[in-house]
């Protein structure tokens, strides 16, 4: 029996069968053996399956049969997957992985090759300057448009006119009819969603209920003011309970009140287990909320992850100082960026090291001077949205 060689590429995002198979004459020649087989661990539709390949046939098995297997000459497998497969529970599915979307429009390119991954019940912030492509991408997931290529997955199913009911969408420029009551609106809006006129009244009823507007059920949109209409808009892009929802400048409108009260109802739907993807320009926004961000610039993806992790990566080793004292760089210690003169002869100071511990710093930094604080100076999603953007950086 040949040897068999369990390959991982992705345990918790969409690769598509085609994708998959790229990657095996890849690694059959570093593996130089090509009567070696190749097993490849991919996740479609919540199944996890394996792609079998090896000496021109090709196949597919259960993850659990592959456990199975005799005598494997080397199975490459993470912890926390074996014990998902052992204990019989299903691999985690991304709530929405876009691959490799371009989309063209006559002489512009709005996507080059944009490819984004949303973990399942997260708040993701979807970023970029205006121009960028963040609207394409919505609208493509949305259905309005078709992407020129690349294919988006929707919880594990590639994307379908099915899905349409299961995605919330409150776009910038809202889209209220003036005309209608406040109630029809809803109703209206809520059928076209797939529920029954009588889930419609229900729902539309608790939802003005909640949002303090039952007053204007029976009032004309027009006659709203602009954050009432945006409560009403957002009333409609979350009734049916869609497991995915897509806010476009949601806080756009409102006052410091109302908007507190969306970002209540935000936090509500995640913990009720909706994914939601935050297109905004508000970064103190982003810092609140997002769990997960990518960014977006001249139509490329400069950057993904959780904002966490982004936030590490754009570490500059540098600290905020409050002192009594100035002091001076000690070369080859650190640096001091910033000093500045508080009251007396206390000063805040920006120290900058070459990667030294914290604690080295500190014993460095007594010393010198009195410290009577000292914190690490954390970039901001606005200071790397900035550097980015204006650097023009790419991933």
């Not at 991919?42 to 046939?57: K, Q, S, Y």
């Not at 939601?276 to 001249?298: G, P, Q, W, Y």
Request: aromatic letters at 6%; charged letters at 25%; glycine letters at 6%.
């Amino acid at each position: 029996m040949n040897p068999i060689v369990l390959i991982l590429i992705k345990v918790y995002r969409q690769l598509p069968l085609k994708g998959c198979l790229q990657f095996i004459p890849q690694i059959r020649y570093k593996l130089s053996d090509p009567s070696i087989i190749l097993v490849i661990l991919v996740t479609i539709a919540d199944e996890d399956i394996v792609l079998m390949a090896g000496n021109g046939r090709r196949h597919i098995l259960g993850v659990r049969q592959i456990l199975k297997i005799k005598n494997p000459s080397a199975i490459v497998i993470s912890p926390y997957l074996q014990t998902l497969i052992l204990q019989n529970k299903p691999l985690p599915v991304d709530a929405l992985t876009a691959s490799h979307i371009t989309k063209r429009y006559t002489n512009h390119l709005a996507l080059d090759d944009v490819s984004i991954n949303i973990p399942a019940k997260t708040i993701f912030g979807l970023l970029g300057p205006n121009g960028a492509g963040k609207t394409t991408l919505i609208r493509i997931i949305n259905q309005i448009i078709n992407a020129d290529s690349g294919e988006i997955a929707l919880f594990g199913e590639r994307l379908h006119s099915k899905h349409i009911g299961s995605i919330g969408y409150l776009p910038e420029e809202r889209g209220l009819y003036k005309k209608l009551k406040v109630g029809e609106q809803l109703v209206y809006l809520a059928q076209l969603k797939g529920l029954s006129r009588r889930e419609a009244v229900d729902k539309s009823r608790a939802w003005v209920k909640k949002f303090e507007v039952s007053d204007w059920w029976n009032k004309k949109v027009e006659d709203l003011s602009k954050g009432m209409a945006q409560k009403v808009q957002f009333i409609s892009t979350v009734m049916h309970e869609p497991r995915l929802i897509i806010l476009d400048e949601p806080f756009s409108g409102f006052d410091p009140v109302n908007a507190q009260l969306i970002t209540n109802e935000i936090l509500e739907l995640k913990e009720h287990g909706c994914t939601i993807i935050f297109s905004t320009h508000r970064m103190e926004t982003v810092e609140d909320l997002c769990d997960h961000i990518a960014l977006i610039n001249k139509s490329k993806k400069v950057l993904e992850g959780s904002k966490k992790q982004v936030k590490q990566n754009y570490r500059t080793n540098s600290f905020w100082v409050e002192h009594k004292g100035a002091f001076n760089s000690v070369a080859g210690r650190f640096d001091v960026v910033e000093q500045k003169l508080l009251e007396d002869d206390f000063y805040r100071s920006v120290v900058k090291t070459d990667g030294a511990s914290p604690n080295v710093l500190i014993r460095e930094l007594t010393n010198n001077t009195e410290v009577h604080s000292f914190v690490e100076k954390i970039p901001t999603m606005s200071e790397i949205f900035i550097s980015l953007v204006k650097g023009g950086s790419d991933e």
